[in-house]
């Protein structure tokens, strides 16, 4: 079942510009992580973040994380064009499985 | 960082014939992987959690003796989509957990089966 609900499901903005999304979940996990996809290909691991985190980065990307509103945020900086692409948040329930959201579609107009 | 792959990357097939996916681990050892189905636009659905030497398991609603899921060795898990229907057609892709980094799933690129 789908626990993770991302928003918004669709994201057009312009080079340089910055790119948030936004994903709520509902039950306890043990972290949450970011995954990007390219169409039609694999899923490539950006970052994770524990439940005991509350921020995070990696390169333009900051993540953060609210248990208590059970909500995360994905921010891109300065974007490119090869930011294109969809991205999943993915929760750990801890029974070694990932519960992914609905993705986002961003797309960054040159 | 670790590498996961599938084979085949994409395969159609006829209605009512089977289709078998692999999912290696090319350089650590996997006693988990999971497979996952993805429709177009859509998230990842988990189909089955694969174990090394044990059963798999399946998640709610995932038919076990339609995708049948081997794991007979530490760096392969075959999935096998038996008598395959057009509504089978889907983006499945793998994924293992790396034991040294045990949070850490690596995901393969993913097989594109199309069903006639």
């Known amino acids: 079942s789908q626990q993770g609900e991302e928003d918004p499901q669709a994201l057009s903005i312009q080079e340089g510009e910055n790119a948030t999304m936004n994903c709520s979940y509902k039950t306890s996990i043990n972290n949450l992580q970011w995954y990007r996809q390219n169409s039609g290909r694999g899923l490539v691991h950006l970052i994770l973040i524990r439940s005991n985190e509350r921020e995070k980065h990696s390169g333009r990307l900051r993540v953060t994380l609210d248990t208590s509103k059970k909500s995360s945020s994905l921010l891109i900086t300065a974007s490119r064009a090869a930011d294109t692409a969809s991205y999943f948040c993915?929760?750990?329930?801890?029974?070694?499985?990932?519960?992914f959201g609905q993705g986002t579609r961003l797309t960054i107009n040159p | 960082g670790a590498v996961v792959s599938q084979h085949p990357s994409w395969v159609i097939c006829k209605s009512g014939t089977s289709v078998k996916i692999e999912c290696r681990s090319l350089d650590f050892q996997a006693t988990t992987m999971f497979w996952y189905r993805q429709f177009p636009k859509q998230s990842l659905m988990l189909m089955a959690t694969?174990?090394?030497?044990?059963?798999?398991?399946?998640e709610q609603g995932v038919e076990k003796d339609k995708f049948l899921i081997n794991h007979a060795s530490l760096t392969l898990s075959t999935l096998t989509v038996t008598s395959a229907h057009p509504e089978d057609s889907s983006f499945y892709i793998c994924?293992?957990?790396?034991?040294?980094?045990?949070?850490?799933?690596?995901f393969g690129p993913g097989t594109r089966l199309t069903v006639l």
């Open positions: 994924s293992a957990r790396d034991p040294v980094a045990a949070d850490t799933q690596y």
């Open positions: 993915a929760t750990d329930e801890g029974a070694q499985k990932l519960v």
């Open positions: 694969s174990n090394e030497g044990s059963k798999a398991t399946y």
